[in-house]
Structures are given as structure tokens and as C-alpha cells.
């Protein structure tokens, strides 16, 4: 079956870096987009930044430019490098798959991804 890993969080202070890691397995991972989210306590889940088949990829505004997803696909494993981290970064990450839409409109939107991870925190203190 489909299985998704993270890690690689952390805490960090404001300004400092992570890398966090999708490490996936159970499926053709070259076959599916993937996506990073996050949700902070109290907050609604939101996506940070996609990878679809094709290598392109979606970030959200609010970490454009600090953000960078990539992935390995003969490692099967997605990463997520963090840059310029900010108090209101901190939340638990989560990687995603989909085999379904990778318009890049919808590479954040997490009704796309059928496959979850358990999360992994992210605490950046001020």
C-alpha cells in the first residue's frame, strides 16, 4: 500500500534553515504530483508548494522565494528545503500524493491528493 514518511523537522530559530524528507513507497512514484502542506494549531490546512510529473512546480506566496521543493524519483523521496524560516512557518508538514490533477492551480489545493503522510513538526522560534 501507499506509505508516506516525513522528516526531518525540528526547531529552528527565526531566520535558520530545514530540510524536511517524503520518503514514499508502495506505488509507480514517477506516476504521481506531490505536495507539501501544512497546518498550524487552530488553523485550516494549506498548501506550501507541489511537484508535478513534469518537474514544475507551485509554491504558495507566503514562502515563495524561501521555499524549494524537489524530489528524487529514484529514491522516491520528496524534499522540502526551508530557507529564512519565520515564527509563522511553524506547523506540522505533511507530504501528499496525487494521481489525479497536476494543473499547477491545483497542486495546492489538497482535495487533489488521496495519500497523506503523518506529518512532521516545524517549531521556529522568534
Known amino acids: 500500500q501507499v506509505q508516506l514518511v516525513e522528516s526531518g523537522g525540528g526547531s529552528v530559530q527565526s531566520g535558520g534553515s530545514l530540510r524536511l524528507s517524503c520518503a514514499a513507497s508502495?506505488?509507480?512514484?514517477?506516476?504521481?504530483?506531490m505536495g507539501w502542506f501544512r497546518q498550524a494549531p487552530g488553523k485550516e490546512r494549506e498548501g506550501v508548494a507541489g511537484?508535478?510529473?513534469?518537474?514544475?512546480?507551485s509554491y504558495a506566496d507566503s514562502v515563495k522565494g524561501r521555499f524549494t521543493i524537489s524530489q528524487d524519483n529514484a529514491k522516491k523521496t520528496l524534499y522540502l528545503q526551508m530557507t529564512s524560516l519565520k515564527p509563522e512557518d511553524t506547523a506540522s508538514y505533511y507530504c501528499a500524493a496525487t494521481g489525479g490533477s497536476c494543473a499547477p492551480s491545483d497542486l495546492l489545493l489538497s482535495r487533489w491528493y488521496g495519500y497523506w503522510g503523518q506529518g512532521t513538526q516545524v517549531t521556529v522560534s522568534s
Open positions: 508502495g506505488y509507480a512514484y514517477s506516476r504521481y504530483c
Open positions: 511537484i508535478a510529473r513534469d518537474g514544475s512546480t
